[in-house]
């Protein structure tokens, strides 16, 4: 396979994550948005719940998978550490 070919396939795949990585971002900000997180503030709700990660993990692996009940775990965090973002 020419290297030219390897390049514009490497671009392609580089954008279909940049796609896919927006597209999970929308995805948690829905998530938190049903988890009572009011409209106006997903997006601090969402950097919270990346910090969250931290907290909530660090002990384990960096990589570990993120299943829903991981998910749920870390919004059940914000919602305690953090319950001026969602609705009473």
Known sequence: MPIEKLQVDLEKAEIEIEEL???LADMLGVALYFA???R???PKAVDVYLQGLDEVFDDEEEDG???FE???QVIEFIRQ???KLFHK
Do not use: T
């Open 36 to 38: 009572g997180v009011k």
């Open 70 to 72: 991981e998910i749920i």
């Open 81 to 83: 550490k953090h319950p």
């Open 21 to 23: 990585a927006m597209q």
């Open 65 to 67: 998978e993120m299943g």
């Open 40 to 42: 106006e503030d997903i």
